[in-house]
């Protein structure tokens, strides 16, 4: 099937021709067939680099009206934002941030680029704009499964069709085990494919030798003198050593490689001891190596980011969250460009930013959750495989898990045969439950659990376990609600009672903040307001001390520090130390807010990075988180009639 026979546009077929789409790979053509041009529902269960986008595309050109890309991460906006862009004549809008706003300057383009969290606090906020959509696209279908953002995208989803009916859904994922079932809700038909332009085999290596599920093996010259096991006796090369060998073993054969491990700690051990390697000389990059690093010292000077540049000069890189997005940004383009040989990184990398490379290495299956070491799931696996294999570069993509003889067996059951886990609702949680109901009364969509209960009809959770399957769960989270004075009962003239959010529920839904955090806040301000003299440190602890402030990670030596520095405040805080509910949590949250307060006071990237091992990509998570956060504090402190300066000094200053 070509693209020209498509029903586009003449300039959209030269565009396309242009950057040499011209012939549909199957899992295209298929969408086709199923009716993604006729503004048929369509779920796309296709590999990567399959073509997703352009089936994403073909929907959103061919739909009588606007459309809305929605996808999980900020990077992924960006790329998809420039993609659209790019099309002749079509006016994109890209939102990522500002939770408490309609995104009304979103209305009037053809195609708005949002994360499902921008939707759904659109929304709240009133947005008519989502009532005229035509199609929406959502990239990544599978993290419905996700704890934390699989509820926003299935309640968002489902509001949106219940708002508009007619509007057409193209669902795109390359790991799910039940696209059926997603599908069904969906009521779009489903393309199902495992074609792949570059061909993948996956396969375990023990020590440097490799067998691929293909029947086919190879052997990576393995350097090192091993690790020696439990008891004593030499175990042969580690892990690394066997890393270091596949890698090496690509880019000799000219190509590149992702390499993953389970921690940012791992990421930038290893990429520092591939560094050794002179896989830069390897490659004949030294000079756009060389660039690629300066160009990382020209966004800070931190300590990360003079490992990150000296990995570089190597031609070598690492990649995770700590890192700052202009770092990220300039591995991620060296990397495309051929200036970098491997790219050592977590597992956030796979679910993000297109980066595919000749081999896949994972050297690690299991991380820390907790209390002890646990199984990567296997759809995150198969998501880090599926990043094997250039399209017009690569003959084929390797995937390669590192292991030992011991491990093989378990391997190759897992994760090379294995299907990835099914996707499953995570709505019936507590607290995201709690979450949506009260955004359901806040914005008038229901007034009894009877109506909160139709509004979730439309979920993926009530399809697969029925709507009574939620009425128990609803129930607690009302009773939650009231006791939080989110929600009151009002009885009306008929018999029975209506549910109306309290003026303290209505800001917190619209500022987007959960329930609990809104009422933590709440409690806060009137601590604060009560207090002789609340400073900028009263009003970051109270935001920091919040489920929506992410963690900080407390080390153990420094641990009697921030105990130290929270008793010589404690006239400042609003929590005492002997009424937290958790202390090593609210010893979290008050060296957030110590980092913030210096921050606030001058401190600059480079000083509080070295003083608290934190990533300056972390720093700037928390600086704009706290922006938010304190923006709520000012419409909660508004709400409840309090006023305490310090809020709106710390956002003035912040």
């Not at 565009?15 to 295209?28: C, D, V």
């Not at 708002?163 to 079932?181: G, K, M």
């Amino acid at each position: 099937m070509r693209v020209s026979d498509l029903p586009l546009a003449e300039p959209y077929v030269d565009h396309f021709a242009e950057r040499g789409i011209r012939e549909l790979y199957p899992p295209q053509a298929a969408a086709v067939e199923a009716g993604v041009c006729e503004g048929a529902n369509v779920v796309a269960a296709i590999p990567t680099a399959s073509g997703k986008t352009f089936v994403a595309e073909l929907g959103l050109l061919t739909a009588d009206g606007p459309g809305l890309y929605v996808c999980p991460l900020r990077a992924l906006a960006r790329e998809k934002y420039e993609a659209f862009a790019a099309l002749p004549g079509v006016d994109v809008g890209i939102s990522t941030g500002d939770f408490d706003a309609t995104g009304e300057a979103l209305a009037g383009n053809d195609v708005v680029v949002a994360t499902s969290e921008k939707v759904d606090s659109a929304i709240r906020n009133g947005a008519d704009w989502v009532d005229e959509l035509a199609c929406v696209v959502v990239d990544e279908v599978h993290l419905l499964g996700a704890e934390r953002r699989g509820p926003t995208l299935e309640v968002t989803l489902a509001t949106l069709r219940r708002r508009n009916p007619d509007v057409q859904v193209v669902a795109l994922s390359a790991t799910v085990d039940n696209p059926e079932a997603i599908a069904g809700w969906l009521d779009a038909a489903l393309v199902e494919s495992d074609w792949r332009p570059v061909d993948l085999r996956t396969g375990v290596a023990v020590g440097g030798h490799v067998e691929f599920d293909d029947g086919t093996a190879i052997d990576a010259a393995v350097e090192g003198e091993g690790s020696p096991g439990e008891d004593g006796d030499d175990d042969g090369p580690d892990d690394s050593d066997v890393a270091a060998a596949l890698v090496a073993d690509t880019v000799a054969d000219g190509g590149q490689c992702l390499a993953f491990v389970r921690s940012r700690t791992e990421a930038v051990a290893l990429a520092e001891r591939l560094g050794e390697d002179g896989l830069a000389e390897e490659m004949g990059i030294e000079s756009a190596a060389e660039t690629a690093a300066e160009e990382v010292e020209d966004v800070d000077g931190t300590v990360t980011g003079r490992q990150l540049a000296d990995c570089l000069r190597s031609g070598v890189a690492f990649h995770h969250a700590g890192l700052r997005s202009g770092h990220r940004s300039v591995v991620e383009a060296a990397f495309r460009e051929r200036d970098v040989a491997c790219i050592c990184a977590t597992p956030t990398l796979a679910a993000g930013v297109n980066v595919p490379a000749r081999r896949v290495v994972v050297r690690d299956q299991k991380r820390y959750a907790g209390s002890a070491m646990e199984w990567l799931p296997t759809l995150e696996v198969h998501q880090m495989c599926g990043r094997a294999g250039r399209p017009g570069l690569d003959p084929h993509g390797e995937a390669v898990l590192v292991g030992d003889a011991e491990a093989e067996d378990e391997l190759v059951e897992r994760y090379v045969a294995g299907e990835p886990e099914a996707v499953e609702s995570t709505l019936a949680d507590p607290a995201s439950l709690r979450t949506h109901v009260l955004s359901a009364i806040a914005t008038g969509f229901a007034e009894t659990e009877e109506e909160i209960l139709g509004v979730f009809e439309g979920t993926f959770y009530a399809r697969e376990a029925g709507a009574g399957g939620l009425a128990d769960a609803v129930a607690v989270a009302v009773d939650d609600l009231v006791a939080a004075g989110m929600v009151r009962r009002e009885t009306g003239d008929v018999e029975g009672y209506r549910l109306v959010a309290t003026p303290v529920g209505e800001t917190t839904s619209k500022q987007y903040v959960r329930p609990e955090t809104g009422e933590r806040i709440v409690a806060g301000l009137r601590t604060a307001a009560g207090m002789a003299d609340a400073t900028t440190l009263t009003a970051l602890e109270v935001i920091c001390d919040t489920p929506d402030m992410q963690d900080t990670y407390l080390g153990n030596e420094e641990r009697a520090d921030i105990y130290r520095f929270a008793r010589a405040n404690a006239g400042e805080l609003t929590t005492a130390m002997h009424e937290t509910d958790d202390f090593e949590e609210w010893l979290e949250s008050v060296k957030t807010a110590r980092i913030l307060d210096e921050w606030i006071g001058g401190s600059t990237v480079e000083e509080l990075v070295e003083a608290y091992r934190i990533g300056p990509g972390d720093l700037d998570s928390r600086i704009e988180r706290a922006e938010w956060l304190l923006s709520a504090a000012e419409a909660l402190a508004e709400t409840i009639g309090v006023g305490v300066p310090a809020v709106s000094g710390a956002r003035a200053r912040l």
